[in-house]
């Protein structure tokens, strides 16, 4: 995977400009006590969050699986069976998404539901052999 540095913040489009807002140059948010984008943690961190989430994605394509599966393989990787609603918690991921995706998963054998012993109302899922090696590939 490639490396990234993020030494200087990529310029985003102003509303109303024509382009990107170059350092340097005169504006309205220049002229108001600096770039605001270039100081404001929460834009970097969406720069940042969008370089390694896109090279994160490309790779886990090419695993044949999305983003959430791995999500869900990775945190069931260590045998232990979670029940959805803490599966939901760990992957950020509200339940009616999970149990579509989880819905996927089973059909492709990458996972399992089982249920809790002592509470019906409970599924717990777990990862399955073939599940932990699409893991590992």
């Known amino acids: ?17 024509s382009g990107a807002h170059h350092r340097g140059s005169s504006s309205q948010a220049d ?13 970097l961190l969406a720069q940042a969050h969008q370089v ?10 090419a695993r044949g699986f999305s983003p959430s599966e791995w999500r869900v393989l990775a ?8 029940s959805i609603t803490r599966l ?13 995706v989880l819905d996927r998963m089973e059909g492709c054998g990458h996972v399992r539901r089982l249920p809790y012993q002592g509470d019906r109302r409970i599924t717990l899922v777990s ?11």
């Open 75 to 82: 945190t069931l990787a260590d045998g232990q069976p979670l």
């Open 31 to 43: 002229s108001m006590g600096g770039d605001f984008v270039a100081d404001y943690l929460p834009a």
């Open 52 to 61: 390694i989430a896109g090279e994160f994605h490309d790779v886990v394509g």
């Open 88 to 100: 939901a918690q760990i992957v950020v991921m509200k339940q009616p998404t999970l149990t579509k």
């Open 127 to 137: 990862i399955t052999p073939q599940g932990a090696r699409l893991l590992r590939s």
């Open 1 to 17: 995977m490639k490396s990234h540095a993020i030494s200087e913040p990529r310029d985003f489009p102003r509303s109303g400009s």
